[in-house]
């Protein structure tokens, strides 16, 4: 939501008669501002923070003009704004650590929330706000604590019986010390996941500004068409590849407690959109996706030959400076990988080669294939490499899962990659 008007949009979407809690996330650009705010005040240029802050203000002051029609919501609209940046700006003049960087992150959401919820008050509309600090938690090692989140949020409906909508914060949390934390950037995707999944809910929706998840990047590639169906573990694959619709730690939740999420778009609501569920169509290819910025790795050494164990203390180096690794293969004399994180390359590269020669790639791309891959289907292998036949491949991943096929190029080539895919598999 990035003006009043598209608050009101939405306020339109969500009244049909069904119960439901929503979820928002701050209105569009406040989470980076928060972010540059905190910046500033990290480096103690409190002059920096107050500008953006004042900025921010305006801009707020202008949404509740134009969002209420009364003199009463308006002010009750200015009263939640003023006391909002009263309180971002008590942390002009601390020490400013993390603790008081997530207190101000949090605020987005707490007014976004807080001015939704006045507007359908205004309209008459039976809604009432859940603070998600009083139930969404996540646990010492920064994963959401289910239980804690299923009894609290049970609780606080019971204790606020009658209403017909429920409006809450994504994104913001606890942790497990108390203190007001959140789940990543992009983390109101998680948060409706996570509440769908506490109360079983018959379905999640996900309202975005895309017609669903598209069956190619339609920033490269032309005529990519919306793909209707997809299973937990498809959308799971390409979520993870950089399809950013949806935020990857989504699926899980929904997958564990078989609800079917449905990805819709707030500019076009009668479009069918994509439903993610536990239905496995057969006998297609559902989507492709890339990667970018990927760096791959190459240990070669005669000592892997009948070896056992070598992949192992390859594993631990990486395991050694947190790195994941995305991609692998193997042949009897060498091991490549991909790594999306280059922070610590240098002493990776350095610690592989007590272990055989090191080459490194930068500027890859991850292309995913999602699908329907599993054993018996023939002919899938050879269009896809058909279709790739003027691009040089650096990496081949096949039968990792039944539903996906990686594949690594150089950057340069990943839109002529992405475009004969989609020509061979989908026209
Ligand atoms: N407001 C948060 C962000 O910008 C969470 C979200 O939008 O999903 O990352
Ligand atoms: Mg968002």
Request: aromatic share 8%.
């Amino acid at each position: 939501m990035g003006t009043a008007a598209r608050m009101k949009d939405v306020a339109n979407l969500i009244l049909d008669g069904e119960e439901k809690i929503v979820v928002l996330s701050a209105m569009s650009g406040t989470t980076n501002n928060l972010v540059e705010i905190s910046n500033y005040l990290y480096k103690k240029n409190s002059d920096g923070a107050g500008e953006v802050i004042s900025k921010m203000e305006v801009k707020y002051a202008n949404h509740v003009k134009e969002l209420y029609d009364t003199d009463e919501y308006k002010e009750k609209g200015m009263q939640l704004i003023r006391e909002r940046f009263a309180y971002i700006k008590t942390f002009t003049n601390k020490v400013f650590t993390v603790f008081e960087e997530k207190e101000i992150l949090s605020q987005g959401e707490l007014i976004s929330t807080g001015m939704f919820n006045l507007y359908l008050q205004e309209k008459g509309v039976k809604s009432c706000l859940l603070p998600a600090l009083d139930y969404m938690r996540i646990d010492k090692n920064n994963e959401p604590d289910s239980a804690y989140i299923r009894e609290n949020l049970k609780l606080l409906l019971e204790k606020n019986p009658g209403y017909d909508i429920y409006v809450t914060q994504g994104y913001i949390c606890r942790n497990s010390f108390g203190e007001v934390d959140n789940l990543q950037r992009g983390g109101s995707d998680y948060t409706a996941s996570l509440i769908g999944a506490a109360l079983l809910a018959d379905e999640i929706q996900i309202w975005t500004d895309i017609d669903g998840m598209h069956n190619n990047d339609p920033r490269f590639v032309e005529n990519t068409k919306p793909v209707s169906e997809l299973s937990f573990d498809e959308a799971a694959e390409l979520a993870y590849f950089g399809a950013k619709i949806l935020h990857p730690t989504c699926v899980l939740p929904a997958k564990v407690n078989n609800i079917p999420v449905r990805l819709l778009n707030t500019m076009d609501p009668k479009a069918a959109g994509t439903l993610i569920s536990s239905h496995q169509c057969n006998d297609r290819i559902a989507a492709i996706a890339a990667k970018d910025n990927i760096t791959a790795l190459r240990i070669k050494s005669g000592r892997m030959l009948l070896a056992y164990g070598f992949m192992r203390k390859v594993f631990e180096i990486f395991e050694s400076y947190k790195t994941p690794i995305d991609m692998i293969t193997t042949s009897e004399v060498g091991v490549s990988v991909t790594i999306d994180n280059n922070r610590h390359l240098d002493d990776i590269v350095d610690d592989l080669k007590k272990f055989g020669t090191v080459e490194v790639d930068k500027d890859q791309v991850i292309i995913c294939i999602a699908g329907d891959f599993s054993a018996e289907k023939k002919g899938y292998a050879s269009k896809i490499f058909d279709a790739l036949r003027d691009v040089p491949i650096r990496m081949i991943s096949y039968g990792g899962s039944s539903h996906n096929v990686s594949i690594l190029v150089n950057a340069e080539d990943k839109i002529a990659a992405l475009r004969g895919l989609s020509a061979s598999l989908f026209d």
